[in-house]
């Protein structure tokens, strides 16, 4: 093995360790903002639906890399061409998704006034009905509670102010608004961030394969 292979076979480890590291982040970026997102699907404006599967394809993403760094590793440590060009291929596919996904998730999230006045709606509308429905007064309950606020705009939305208020004086709005557009612009720009450093990995692999191709080539010439 010449010294050109070994060395790029170190930097495919250490790119498969950087895919590593990034994958099991986006996985559980995704489960944390999954799980709120559920919780706070009723405050989360209709035209805006489809934000909240944007966690669901960074674990779906995560899981992926999480594999193909297991995948990189076994083709770098047994010397397999095959190997090493699969894994190639599937980062260029998945760099070609997460980028489409990051470029999505901060396009959808522009117009940052739609989106507020949007869940400024949704809020008024579980405030409405929080003592006629059950699934209002919990999802209301739960927001107030996580994010420390009371009422849409303040506490004197309520008539009667409910215990998950609290002593909280700012109002919900702004705050579900300011995490629902970190959360997103965090996701978002991990997945560009990462697709970044999935073309190195792909490029890093391709030329591991080749060396190993002449590699092999040279040795049956003996």
């Known amino acids: 093995m010449g010294c050109t292979q070994g060395l790029t076979r170190i930097f495919v480890f250490l ?4 895919f590593f590291l990034v ?33 669901i394809i960074a674990i779906i993403i995560g899981s992926i890399i999480v594999f193909i760094a297991f995948l990189g590793c076994c083709g770098a440590l047994r010397s397999n061409t095959c190997m090493l060009t699969t894994y190639a291929a599937i980062l260029f596919v998945i760099f070609l998704i997460q980028v489409a996904l990051g470029v999505y998730a901060l396009l959808k999230i522009k117009d940052d006034n739609q989106l507020h006045s949007g869940i400024n709606s949704a809020l008024n509308q579980l405030l409405q009905a929080y003592y006629q429905e059950d699934t209002a007064q919990q999802t209301f309950d ?24 609290g002593s909280y004086t700012t109002g919900c709005s702004n705050i579900v608004f ?29 030329c591991l394969s080749n ?9 049956s010439y003996y």
């Open 178 to 206: 300011d995490w629902i557009l970190s959360s997103v612009k965090v996701i978002g720009i991990t997945a560009i961030a990462v697709s970044a450093v999935e073309v190195i990995g792909a490029t890093l692999a391709l």
């Open 15 to 18: 790119a498969n360790f950087a």
């Open 142 to 165: 739960f927001i107030q509670e996580t994010f420390k606020c009371c009422g849409v705009k303040g506490p004197s939305d309520w008539n009667t102010t409910p215990t998950s208020c």
């Open 211 to 219: 060396c190993i191709r002449n590699h092999n080539r040279q040795t």
């Open 23 to 55: 994958g099991a982040a986006l996985l559980i970026l995704g489960i944390l903002y999954t799980v709120n997102y559920t919780k706070l699907s009723d405050a989360i404006p209709d035209d805006f639906e489809a934000i909240r599967y944007v966690s």
